[in-house]
């Protein structure tokens, strides 16, 4: 994974994040413990710790992997919070920063793996997102293909729990999307 997939999981689910509505907040997600604000908020408090992790500085949220930050980052204009945590990302994956060790609380990692986990989870809950909305899910076959393959790797059955499920078999003509979801425990 690099900094252009990172940018291109974000360029794809901007568009979903900007259709979303306050009316919205309250449908489940595929995330079945979180409804669309919690979720929301949790990929917002992504974008902020990836940038945290990339740049080598605290998050400005208070949540970590897979939680949801205990203020509501969305407020008013979550397009416009989209927007501002991803421009911050992206310029924090900039220069070096995948090609370079980072500190985390859970030790020394590569920068490429901290930009893959990011790239996935912002990606993935694109794809969450417009699920429970209705949206489109056509995200880029290409883009899920490089993402199941970064998965593929990083992800074990050991490595699954709490929050990924079992994998779901998926037919190997299926879309790259749903083969990808099938793999995180969603039903493409």
């Not at 997939?5 to 919205?24: F, G, N, Y």
């Not at 930050?69 to 994956?93: I, W």
Request: proline residues 8%; glycine residues 10%; hydrophobic residues 40%.
């Amino acid at each position: 994974m690099d900094a252009n997939s990172l940018q291109r999981a974000c360029a794809a689910t901007e568009p979903i994040v900007e259709r979303l509505s306050p009316a919205d907040y309250g449908k489940t997600t595929p995330c079945a413990e979180w409804d669309v604000h919690q979720l929301l908020n949790h990929l917002l408090g992504t974008l902020d710790l990836g940038r945290a992790l990339l740049s080598d500085t605290p998050p400005e949220t208070d949540a970590g992997p897979g939680e949801v930050p205990s203020a509501d980052l969305a407020g008013d204009d979550p397009a416009k919070a989209y927007r501002v945590g991803m421009e911050s990302l992206l310029a924090a994956a900039g220069g070096d920063a995948f090609g370079r060790m980072h500190s985390t609380p859970l030790g020394d990692m590569p920068g490429a793996m901290l930009g893959g986990f990011t790239t996935l989870d912002i990606f993935v809950h694109g794809w969450d997102l417009a699920r429970a909305t209705g949206q489109p899910t056509a995200l880029g076959d290409d883009l899920a293909e490089e993402i199941l393959g970064f998965a593929r790797q990083a992800i074990t059955d050991d490595t699954r729990a709490p929050r990924i499920g079992p994998e779901i078999p998926a037919s190997d003509r299926a879309s790259a999307i749903d083969r990808l979801m099938a793999y995180l425990g969603r039903t493409p």
